[in-house]
């Protein structure tokens, strides 16, 4: 049970120390995640429709 306690008292500890984002700063994360995953979503897209195309070829 001490280990337990001890566990969560490390873990209220350790949240204290996290810097969480601001407004502005969580805004540009948010939107730089978004793009990424939609240039990496078209990205591979592409990749798989290119080697469909290929396939199809021979």
């Known amino acids: 049970m001490k280990a337990i306690k001890k566990f969560f008292k490390g873990v209220k500890k350790e949240s204290k120390t996290v810097r ?27 990749l798989d429709a290119l080697f469909a195309f290929l396939g199809r070829l021979f």
């Open 20 to 46: 969480w984002p601001d407004g502005k700063g969580l805004v540009k994360y948010s939107c730089i995640t978004i793009i990424m995953l939609v240039f990496f979503g078209l990205f591979f897209y592409g």
